[in-house]
């Protein structure tokens, strides 16, 4: 599978870096299936750029994929977003958009129910995230290309 990851410049050699508590799937090296959405991330930056990998999935390794958003994925994120640890080496699921991110801060707070965020959640648009979050998972990844994208 061809996976790319958004960011400011070529990354021949992928890492997982500790982050804040602001990442779905806690600290990891995220990429997409979607080249859309990889672009879109990398235009937050002064040069956007977009790396390109072959992803071949190692069966030994830790793999939690949600297929959808569900309430296992909602508490999933929710726990990492609030820095809570998890065992996987790779996690696959729908991204949390800034839109999605405030309706789930909204839940966290208590503004939202639970079935307030479903009815707004379902409405927006497919994303998709492949978070690897240990060395092991990195291995998964062979560098093809990187291009600049379009600001």
């Known amino acids: 599978m061809i996976v790319y990851h958004g960011g400011y410049s070529e990354i021949r050699t992928p890492e997982v870096k500790p982050s804040r508590n602001n990442k779905d799937f806690g600290p990891g090296f995220y990429c997409t299936k979607l080249l859309p959405q990889a ?3 990398s235009r937050r930056f002064d040069t956007p750029v977009v790396n390109t ?7 030994q390794l830790d793999i939690l994929a949600f297929d959808q958003m569900t ?3 909602l508490d999933f994120i929710v726990a990492c977003r609030n820095g809570k640890p998890h065992p996987h080496d790779i996690v696959i699921g729908a991204m949390a958009n800034d839109q999605i991110w405030n309706y789930v801060a909204d839940f ?23 978070a690897f979050c240990s060395e092991k998972a990195l291995s998964c990844l062979s560098f093809q290309s990187s291009q600049e994208v379009a600001k």
């Open 108 to 130: 966290i707070s208590g503004i939202l129910t639970r079935e307030q965020f479903w009815i707004l959640a379902k409405f927006k648009h497919p994303t998709h995230q492949i």
């Open 71 to 73: 309430e296992e994925w």
């Open 39 to 41: 672009e879109r991330w």
């Open 53 to 59: 990998y072959e992803y071949t999935p190692n069966l």
